[in-house]
């Protein structure tokens, strides 16, 4: 009989453990922090998002990609569209290499420092969010393994890091980026639209053009030979506003003339969240290429 209750005692014990284990594994995994920082001496708090891919560990070294999202969108927007999911399905399937994503929260900014020094969003990046997540999240080095992607004004933001950020990305994706050239700074300073929208006047000081002259996108990327050690990937949708097609396409063909190597896609879509996301692998793909490595 003592044996009998011993060994009921034992299956009891067996089966609560393995009902615990069951639920343990069932539990969905958090791949997606929420953080906050100040950085020093500005009395701002900066928030930011961080994914990591399934199963990650602390002890795996991955790559880093910075995503700057579109005007509207938020550190938030990465999660809420769904994106987390997709790099879940597609790093599972093995069609997306794994990778660490920080998302900073950057309002209507245009992801710049801006003229009247209220805002240095650049600067809060590079130099705050990014160290800290390096060193939070163990990831692989500057500037081989750290890569920028961004949506609409975060293509923009992405383009601008890529160079005026030196040595610190490797390779940029940008997904229907406005590419403001010649044509378009007069357009941009008088339209009534984005005055309302974005404070141009506080983000590139009173004078757009002037300010925009030497470190226009175009020009640096066509012209500056610090860019040229930058992997470069366009994407653009062939339903995207009308303008931001005819940019991307004269900027295309802009660096094709000058043997500039670069990748450009054409996707089918419009210029929204769920157009965009089916396009990650692609930009995912391409910014690590074949450079990452995972260590266990």
């Given at each position: 009989m003592?044996?009998?209750?011993?060994?009921?005692?034992?299956?009891?014990?067996?089966?609560?453990?393995?009902?615990l284990?069951?639920c343990?594994?069932?539990?969905?995994?958090?791949n997606?922090?929420?953080?906050k920082?100040t950085?020093?001496?500005t009395?701002?708090?900066?928030?930011?998002?961080?994914?990591?891919?399934?199963?990650?560990?602390?002890?795996e070294q991955?790559?880093?990609?910075?995503?700057?999202?579109g005007?509207?969108s938020?550190?938030?927007?990465?999660e809420h569209?769904?994106?987390?999911?997709?790099f879940?399905?597609?790093?599972?399937?093995?069609?997306?290499?794994?990778?660490?994503l920080?998302?900073p929260?950057?309002g209507?900014g245009?992801?710049?420092?801006?003229?009247?020094?209220?805002?240095?969003?650049?600067?809060?990046?590079i130099?705050d969010?990014?160290?800290?997540?390096?060193?939070?999240?163990?990831?692989?080095?500057?500037?081989?393994?750290?890569?920028?992607?961004?949506?609409?004004?975060g293509?923009?933001?992405?383009l601008?890091?890529?160079?005026l950020?030196?040595?610190?990305?490797?390779?940029?994706?940008?997904?229907?980026?406005?590419?403001?050239?010649?044509?378009?700074?007069?357009?941009?300073?008088?339209?009534f639209?984005?005055?309302l929208l974005f404070?141009?006047?506080?983000?590139?000081?009173?004078?757009?053009?002037e300010?925009?002259?030497?470190?226009?996108?175009?020009?640096v990327w066509l012209e500056?030979?610090?860019t040229?050690?930058?992997?470069?990937?366009l994407?653009?949708?062939?339903?995207d506003?009308?303008?931001?097609?005819?940019?991307?396409?004269?900027f295309?063909?802009?660096?094709?003339?000058n043997n500039?190597?670069?990748?450009?896609?054409?996707?089918?879509?419009?210029?929204?969240?769920?157009?965009?996301?089916?396009?990650?692998?692609?930009?995912?793909?391409?910014?690590?290429d074949d450079k990452?490595?995972?260590?266990?």
């Open positions: 003592h044996k009998q209750s011993k060994l009921l005692s034992v299956l009891f014990l067996m089966t609560v453990c393995f009902a284990f069951s343990a594994s069932l539990t969905p995994q958090k997606l922090d929420y953080q920082l950085p020093t001496n009395g701002k708090t900066i928030r930011y998002s961080v994914y990591t891919p399934p199963n990650w560990q602390a002890s991955l790559p880093l990609v910075v995503f700057l999202h005007a509207g938020t550190h938030r927007s990465f569209f769904g994106a987390n999911k997709y879940d399905e597609k790093i599972q399937q093995g069609l997306m290499p794994r990778v660490i920080v998302s929260k950057g209507f245009f992801w710049e420092n801006w003229a009247d020094g209220t805002h240095n969003y650049r600067d809060w990046i130099d969010i990014l160290p800290t997540v390096q060193k939070d999240y163990n990831t692989l080095g500057c500037p081989d393994h750290c890569h920028v992607m961004g949506l609409s004004m293509g923009f933001g992405a601008r890091f890529a160079y950020s030196d040595n610190t990305f490797s390779s940029v994706s940008a997904i229907s980026a406005p590419i403001i050239g010649k044509e378009e700074k007069g357009q941009t300073e008088n339209s639209l984005i005055k404070p141009f006047e506080r983000i590139f000081g009173k004078n757009f053009s300010n925009y002259n030497s470190d226009g996108i175009e020009k500056n030979e610090r040229q050690n930058v992997r470069l990937q994407i653009v949708g062939d339903k506003f009308k303008q931001m097609r005819i940019n991307n396409q004269r295309h063909e802009g660096l094709s003339e500039i190597d670069h990748e450009y896609i054409i996707y089918q879509g419009k210029h929204k969240w769920k157009d965009w996301i089916p396009n990650f692998a692609h930009s995912i793909n391409f910014l690590v990452y490595k995972i260590t266990q």
